[in-house]
């Protein structure tokens, strides 16, 4: 039985974090696709805790706790970047300025201070893609079958490095950086594709798109951690390379939250009373 509940009803997922009796955090999920489900668990055990809501889809989730009166809200960002700063205290991480990106459906990418915080900007690129994209290059909807598959596949004869394109040619810089993400479907021609390949070629357009974008924030505003979170991270390991090789490379310090996707879950929490 729930005492306090915060939840975040995101683009694609709606995510709950609780405490019990005991104090002890839960965490779980739901698609936002079926916030009828969400209504009923909250219904058959938790009907008298007090409930806090944040994310984009807030209101459209409101209309379905209709039974709830005056459920209060607060803004994504600040539940967002309130939960990062928790999970960073729980974690022993200590990072007062940092770049956070939160991958979610889309990317949205902000300035973290000690006492303040800024949206910076994002992309549209982000774990949307990485669905809408992968249905239609292997006609899999599943996400859990799309990770699975996208973990096996092999970028090499899906992207161009900049190496393959210099060659033997002095580099002017890092050889092993991308040079065109899916460029080696039209330039390497010989080369056998399998849909795994093509799936973990989105998961390198997603997390080299996101890591550039933010070392670029990083330099601009003289931050050296960049911390990534949403739930676009979770089971994902090989999106969290990708964007750690990047981030390193570039002498910034990639941070990753344990449960990437509740820190807007986890904030709501603790604003609720
Ligand atoms: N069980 C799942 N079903 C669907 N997508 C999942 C699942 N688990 C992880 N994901 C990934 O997480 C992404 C959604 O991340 P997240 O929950 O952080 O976004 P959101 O809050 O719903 O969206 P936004 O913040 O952009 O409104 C999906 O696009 C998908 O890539
Ligand atoms: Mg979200």
Not at 56 to 74: F, N
Request: proline share 1%; net charge negative.
């Amino acid at each position: 039985m729930a005492t306090k509940i915060g939840i975040d009803a995101g683009g694609t997922l709606t995510k709950i974090a609780y405490w019990d009796e005991k104090m002890e955090l839960h965490l779980l999920s739901f698609l936002s696709s079926n916030f009828q489900a969400v209504k009923d668990w909250i219904d058959s055990n938790h009907s008298l805790a007090s409930i806090c809501l944040t994310g984009g889809r807030a209101e459209q989730l409101k209309k379905y706790l209709i039974s709830q009166k005056d459920i209060p809200y607060i803004v994504e960002f600040d539940a967002t970047m309130a939960g990062v700063k928790h999970q960073l205290k729980q974690q022993n991480i200590h990072c007062e300025k940092a770049i956070i990106a939160n991958i979610g459906t889309g990317t949205s990418i902000h300035l973290m201070n000690e006492n303040s915080h800024s949206r910076l900007g994002g992309t549209g690129i982000g774990g949307g893609t990485f669905i809408g994209l992968g249905q239609v290059l292997t006609g899999l909807s599943s996400y859990e079958e799309l990770i699975s598959l996208s973990k096996i596949g092999n970028r090499s004869s899906i992207d161009i490095l900049v190496s393959d394109i210099y060659e033997s040619n002095k580099l002017p810089i890092n050889g092993s950086l991308t040079a065109s993400n899916f460029g080696g479907v039209a330039l390497k021609t010989a080369e056998k594709r399998s849909e795994a390949d093509y799936l973990s070629g989105i998961q390198g357009i997603i997390g080299e798109v996101v890591a550039s974008l933010c070392i670029q924030a990083a330099d601009a505003y003289h931050v050296n951690s960049i911390i990534y979170i949403g739930s676009t991270l979770e089971n994902n390991n090989l999106l969290k390379e990708i964007i750690r090789s990047y981030t390193q490379l570039k002498d910034k310090e990639p941070i990753f939250l344990g449960k990437n996707g509740y820190s807007g879950a986890i904030g709501a929490l603790l604003e609720s009373n």
